[in-house]
């Protein structure tokens, strides 16, 4: 038998090659047409993202459901009865015209008060020149906001020390779950912050904190108007007060990591804010100076939720007829 030629080898090796290269470009084909087939079947049987706001809305409806059906279902869900539950979510409210807190009544609408405090912190060294403060303190800028009772009703944590105490508030009122101020609604502020819709500020130029009015009478309208602000707005101070006084571990910087260090003071205003609703008698409370002004405001009787933060004329009107319905109503009692 004769031998086959070299030559018609090779072509016979060339053919199993090419139908092999062959099989492979068809396989390939196939499979990628199957997987993407299979991608495109995914992606449709995938729900569509949803927004912030929808998933916000899913939550509270979901809450809202627990809290109406039975306590047996909310506890199961939170691990709390359904009357827990809703003094965990108790909302402040506006101060109205049968108030009997004489500090408060004249400020119809109010929430409470608000005010920014320095926390000393301990940050990484590449950051402790963002957290200096004004005073040269490596510290943490702190908003309180608190309403009459001195409880916090909103802390935002974490700016540093260099921020302007007027910046952290427009950031808190423009966050998705951040302070809510219903329209209508306002709260005290001092000098440091702008005079817009939910933010009350006393009168530039004018005699503010109460020392200054021992011994001496407000002579106008916007003093009248200065001194009541103070005397309520002064929760706020009071609040820090305590909370620094009561826990020594916002004395002075830790060494834990910041974000740590800001837990812990979030920690420290929500005991605070149990203290204050549980305890009746409070004995951090009675140690401090509270109030060692004199009652100037009644002898002076007896003698005489926004998204951003903007100054209005309509808001300095406000202001103007409110102080002088204060100083009205103060000259009216004075001498009925």
């Keep these: 038998m004769a031998r086959t030629s070299i030559t018609s ?33 995914i992606q449709i049987n995938r729900p569509l993202s ?4 929808q998933k916000r809305l899913e939550r509270m409806i ?7 059906e ?7 869900q939170l ?11 108790e909302m402040p409210q506006p101060i109205t015209d049968d108030c009997d807190d004489n500090r408060w009544k004249p400020f119809k609408g109010c929430l409470g008060a ?41 802390v935002l944590l974490g700016w540093e020390g260099s921020a302007h105490d007027g910046r952290v508030p427009r950031d808190a009122i423009s966050r998705p779950d951040g302070l809510k101020i219903p329209q209508g609604c306002y709260y005290l502020v001092d000098v440091g912050y702008c005079n817009a819709p939910g933010s009350l500020a006393p009168f530039r130029g004018q005699r503010y904190h109460l020392n200054e009015f021992h011994g001496h009478r407000p002579q106008s309208v916007a003093e009248y108007f200065n001194m009541k602000h103070s005397k309520a707005r002064n929760v706020i101070e009071r609040c820090f007060g305590l909370l620094k006084g009561r826990w020594k571990i916002l004395a002075s910087p830790s060494f834990f990591p910041i974000t740590t260090q800001v837990r812990i003071i979030l920690a420290c205003c929500l005991l605070h804010n149990l203290i204050r609703k549980y305890m009746k008698v409070d004995p951090q409370e009675l140690e401090q ?23 209005t004329d ?17 000259r009216e009692t004075s001498n009925p």
């Design 79 to 89: 691990r709390m009865d359904r009357s827990t539950f809703v003094r965990l979510c």
């Design 9 to 41: 080898r090779r072509r016979k090796v060339l053919h199993i090659v090419e139908i092999l290269n062959s099989l492979v470009s068809v396989f390939n084909v196939v499979f990628m047409t199957c997987l993407r087939l299979s991608m495109l079947r």
């Design 314 to 330: 309509e808001w300095y009107n406000f202001r103007d007829g409110l102080a002088h319905q204060m100083f009205n109503t103060r």
């Design 50 to 53: 949803k927004s912030k706001e």
């Design 114 to 154: 608000l005010d920014g405090t320095s926390i000393r912190v301990t940050p990484p060294s590449d950051q402790k020149p963002r957290y200096r403060t004004r005073k040269a303190d490596i510290a943490t800028n702190v908003l309180g906001v608190c309403c009459p009772n001195m409880q916090f009703i909103y």
């Design 70 to 76: 039975s306590d047996v279902v909310c506890v199961s």
């Design 62 to 68: 979901w809450l809202n459901k627990l809290t109406r």
């Design 289 to 311: 100076d509270e109030e060692d002004e004199i009652e100037l405001e009644e002898q002076l009787v007896e003698e005489a939720c926004l998204s951003h933060v903007s100054l």
